[in-house]
């Protein structure tokens, strides 16, 4: 993919897959609800004690990826640093109505305001970029 292909592409609502390293362990790799604009940073949110968030540190390296669920397949992976923060409830609110629309999304947002863990606001600046986009093969 070209570099604006590969934006446009990860810059669509999908569903991400980060790998975390974890010690004495294989990375740790879970689905993940983000944001993204081109030529910015990729940014989602995790409870501070979930694994997830007890395995991230400010400067630590995560992969992250995401694919099309139908062929031709494309993929769009990158890695890089993060940094933590904290969660602005704009942004949580924004993501909850991306992926979950109008009905569910409040209903997301009341459960999160309801949960007495903290979230931490993960920042992953791309550094190296991988893609795929299969229909451009043959």
Excluded: H
């Amino acid at each position: 993919m070209t570099r604006a292909e590969r934006e446009a592409f990860l810059a669509a609502t999908r569903v991400a897959v980060v790998s975390l390293a974890e010690d004495g362990r294989g990375p740790l790799t879970v689905p993940v609800w983000y944001q993204y604009k081109p030529g910015g940073v990729v940014r989602f949110a995790t409870g501070t004690n979930s694994r997830k968030g007890k395995l991230l540190r400010d400067g630590a390296r995560i992969g992250f990826c995401v694919q099309s669920e139908t062929p031709p397949y494309q993929y769009v992976s990158l890695e890089g640093p993060v940094t933590l923060g904290k969660p602005d409830p704009a942004d949580t609110r924004e993501m909850a109505m991306r992926y979950l629309g109008e009905q569910m999304g409040p209903m997301y947002i009341a459960m999160l305001e309801a949960d007495p863990e903290p979230s931490i606001l993960v920042t992953l600046t791309p550094e190296r970029w991988f893609s795929v986009d299969y229909s451009k093969i043959g």
